[in-house]
């Protein structure tokens, strides 16, 4: 990454930084997991309560296959939903800003369902379709995706600089060509601040879908297993599959922002972030 | 007799000191005001005018020098409430009312809700906003927001104000009018004021000297003598006495390289 | 418009209990659209009417009561574990706030923890219930719930506090601070804590809604009785005999989460009215 033309001083400096960064964390991290290791031999914790680290990560390597295909599963249902709410949070939004009384209907809704739990839906997809299949699952990540969606994008293609629209009016442009021109642009990085959201939120749901019953196959679902044979290492070890999922969504969806706007990029950087 | 108000001694200010990207924000820098002055430090953008401010005013450690507020280490004088500033933004606390922010000094300093309340009244009389005082911030015009930022740099009688240009944000009517009021408070209450300004006008009218300052490395280029009496009025700014003294810190001000790169760094 | 929506919501659902086909659409084998048939979708009246009915043949009272009072259950706990996660959010943050190298070391893993989905932990930590006794004390199952919905609530309070206490206040007003010699505490008190405010009612709406996702998720991954929670789960088993009562749990979740985000909805209004009007701020 570093640009060769860097003095040697420079070099050095930003080496430094890098460090002084990177320590903290660091060392708050590792120190988090030698206390929570020694608090676990010294105060005798049953298994039931905490499995010290070494024993999580033992799990963790010992069963790699295992988790791979709890993970698959769930990573597949969170992935679908994601990419279906979005598409359909993206169109949606689109005729919400043709269509006032849609959209007026639409807008509460969408507030409101940000402050109920709404994955208890699952309960009722079960019965709607088949409890065995993942259609519910997915339905549901669907559902939760695109309400994120659909409420980013749309003040994304609403709240436009007043400014650029009297200068697209100035030169007497049409609707669709401001929409091409201003709308859309503008709405690009409300999309990314969504699908940061989203990302995330599809694998917890995706997850939690799994909770209400149905195939044992996912995540969730076997962490539920492992403790009802008492196996919480194993448990544990799904957790951290499950956190390595989330983080792998998360930072997809933040490498495509880098690539599709180089000139969101170029301005974190200026901004120095 | 009586120490100075300000007293700055071989004052240096060097930002970054050490490292290579190291900037000398002020050399030797030395001025006494007395007591009941108006000074006001004009210059271009990275004279440090504001820097040298935040000096006497303590925000900022001298790299060398001294700085002494009523014959006291600026340090002592800051911890004594010994001066009271003023910004462009009047930076009111936007969830007390009018009186409430008046009070903030007096509250810190440990004073009882009775005595504080009745000081800030008195202010906000002095200040003429006696019927706002229980309006909150953004109901107020800039001007008079500036006007509470005042009262409030003067709660506590301070013998020095501090400003760092109070009126720069207002439109050129309201800052006339804040100017007499600026006038006529400090003519009632005695306090010696260091002011900083960009604007011409605003130092010669306001000010008994103008210190007129040229950037890097910030230092003093002149003083100006400015006595325009003692009652100011409208009429003031249409004396040929007034385009005079005008005329010489422009005169003054003249030659300097006016660049605008880089610059606004140094003025924190 | 809200009770438009929900109308308009309501309408579509018996459109489609029309047109739909009676056991759901088929696509590669795979049901995609859902069955339109009474069991699977009851109708809007149904649900409604079904609250006056008792929970179950021969049992006294309605169904309203019964879910009234698994809500009440789930609220409390999502309550405790709300001010027991703010609490501690809060607490963090002015650590970081005054202490850098605690936010430097603490803050990345702050932002990861938002990335992951940590309700994974839900039925780990709700094991714990009747098991786990420190000292004389045994570990009740409900705790473990109001824990989790703590510890979901305290990231969204934590970052966004920090970032209140940090970036809220202007230069011009710390400075001021300064020039009276203000001590830290009294920066925070005066200064901070206040200009912060902006900042902490969206955390906290978060939280609330976080911590009642907490709750609930911990009670239906075990079943942890007495909330909606498992009122939803018992009566989804129902739903080829009984199929309005499942909505009545699911609706009563869903008036939980409000009523949470109306009480911090209330904390907004009490501590912003002195604010300036939102069109002052641009």
Redesign the interface.
């Known amino acids: 990454m570093r640009s060769t033309t860097f003095t040697g001083s420079r070099r050095v400096r930003t080496n430094h930084s890098v460090v002084e960064v990177l320590w903290p964390p660091l060392v708050f991290g590792l120190g988090f997991l030698a206390l929570w290791e020694l608090a676990v031999k010294v105060f005798d914790f049953q298994p039931y309560f905490l499995p010290p680290p070494s024993a999580i990560w033992d799990q963790f390597k010992e069963n790699p296959q295992l988790i791979w295909n709890a993970t698959k599963v769930s990573g597949l249902n969170a992935l679908i939903g994601l990419l279906v709410g979005t598409a359909l949070g993206i169109a949606i939004s689109f005729l919400l800003g043709r269509f006032r009384l849609v959209n007026e209907l639409m807008t509460p809704l969408a507030i409101a369902l940000n402050a109920v739990p709404i994955f208890v839906l699952v309960a009722v997809f079960n019965n709607m379709f088949s409890i065995t299949s993942e259609v519910p699952r997915r339905l549901m990540v669907t559902l939760v995706v695109y309400f994120i969606v659909l409420v980013n994008v749309t003040r994304g293609l609403r709240e436009v600089g007043p400014t650029q629209l009297e200068l697209m009016r100035s030169y007497a442009a049409s609707e669709v060509a401001i929409l091409r021109k201003v709308r859309v642009p503008n709405a690009v990085p409300y999309l990314f601040t969504a699908l940061k959201i989203a990302a995330p939120a599809a694998v917890i749901t995706a997850f939690v879908s799994e909770y209400f019953g149905g195939s044992q196959n996912g995540l969730g679902s076997r962490i539920v297993a492992s403790i009802a044979i008492s196996k919480n290492a194993t448990a544990w070890a799904y957790v951290l599959g499950a956190c390595l999922l989330g983080l792998t969504f998360y930072l997809i969806t933040v490498a495509l922002e880098r690539v599709t706007t180089p000139g969101g990029v170029a301005a974190r950087r200026r901004a120095g972030a | 007799m009586t120490a100075a108000a300000v007293e700055v001694k071989r004052l240096t200010k060097t930002f970054n000191a050490g490292r290579p990207d190291a900037v000398d924000a002020l050399v030797d820098i030395d001025l006494t005001i007395r007591p009941g002055e108006f000074v006001s430090l004009i210059g271009p953008s990275g004279c440090g005018k504001s820097t040298q401010l935040r000096l006497i005013a303590n925000l900022l450690e001298p790299t060398t020098g001294e700085v002494l507020v009523n014959g006291k280490p600026a340090r002592q004088a800051r911890l004594d409430q010994d001066y009271g500033m003023a910004f462009q933004q009047a930076g009111l606390f936007e969830w007390r009312s009018v009186v409430k922010n008046v009070e903030l000094p007096l509250e810190l300093k440990g004073w009882n809700k009775e005595k504080r309340h009745g000081r800030a009244l008195e202010m906000l009389e002095l200040v003429k906003l006696p019927e706002f005082a229980e309006h909150l911030p953004w109901q107020l015009s800039g001007g008079m927001q500036q006007r509470v930022a005042i009262a409030r740099a003067l709660a506590a009688h301070p013998p020095l104000l501090l400003m760092d240009e109070p009126f720069g944000a207002l439109d050129e009517m309201t800052r006339e009018h804040m100017q007499a009021e600026l006038l006529r408070i400090c003519g009632e209450t005695g306090t010696t004021v260091v002011f900083v300004t960009h604007s011409i006008p605003e130092a010669v009218y306001l000010s008994t000297r103008v210190v007129v300052m040229s950037p890097r490395p910030g230092r003093i280029k002149t003083l100006v003598d400015v006595n325009l009496g003692s009652t100011r009025t409208v009429d003031t700014r249409e004396d040929p006495a007034f385009f005079r003294k005008v005329t010489e810190v422009r005169e003054a001000l003249r030659g300097m390289q006016v660049t605008d790169l880089d610059e606004a760094g140094l003025e924190p | 418009?809200?009770v438009?929506?929900?109308v308009?919501?309501a309408v579509l659902w018996e459109l489609y209990k029309l047109v739909g086909p009676q056991d759901?659409g088929k696509l590669f084998g795979?049901?995609?659209l859902?069955?339109a048939n009474d069991?699977?979708?009851p109708h809007v009246w149904d649900m409604l009417s079904r609250y006056a009915e008792p929970e179950r043949r021969g049992a006294s009272g309605s169904i309203f009561l019964v879910v009234l009072s698994g809500a009440w259950f789930s609220f409390r706990l999502a309550l405790t574990g709300f001010v027991l996660g703010t609490s501690i959010g809060i607490g963090l943050a002015v650590l970081m706030a005054r202490y850098r190298?605690v936010e430097?070391?603490?803050?990345?893993?702050l932002v990861?923890s938002?990335?992951?989905?940590l309700?994974?932990?839900?039925?780990?930590v709700v094991?714990?219930g009747g098991?786990?006794h420190i000292g004389g004390f045994e570990w009740p199952r409900w705790l473990s719930a109001a824990v989790l919905g703590a510890f979901l609530a305290f990231f969204p309070v934590a970052v966004g506090t920090l970032k209140g206490l940090t970036s809220a206040p202007?230069?011009?007003?710390l400075?001021?601070?300064?020039?009276?010699?203000?001590s830290w505490r009294?920066t925070l008190f005066?200064?901070r804590f206040?200009?912060a405010?902006p900042f902490m009612i969206p955390a906290l709406?978060l939280a609330?809604?976080a911590s009642?996702?907490g709750v609930?998720?911990a009670e239906?991954?075990?079943g942890l009785a007495g909330g909606v929670?498992r009122l939803?789960?018992e009566?989804?088993r129902e739903?080829t005999s009984d199929?309005a009562k499942?909505?009545t749990?699911?609706f009563g979740?869903?008036a939980?989460?409000?009523v949470?985000?109306g009480s911090v909805a209330l904390i907004d209004l009490a501590t912003m009215r002195?604010?300036?009007?939102k069109e002052?701020f641009e």
């Open positions: 418009m809200f438009l929506s929900l308009a919501v759901g795979i049901t995609i859902p069955r069991i699977a979708m190298i430097r070391g603490l803050l990345p893993y990861i938002q990335t992951v989905p309700i994974a932990l839900a039925p780990l094991s714990w098991k786990l202007q230069a011009a007003s400075e001021l601070m300064d020039s009276y010699a203000a009294q005066k200064l206040p200009a405010v709406k609330a809604t009642v996702i609930v998720v239906i991954s075990t929670g939803i789960i009566y989804a739903a199929p499942v909505f749990a699911v979740a869903a939980l989460g409000l949470m985000a002195t604010r300036p009007p002052a």
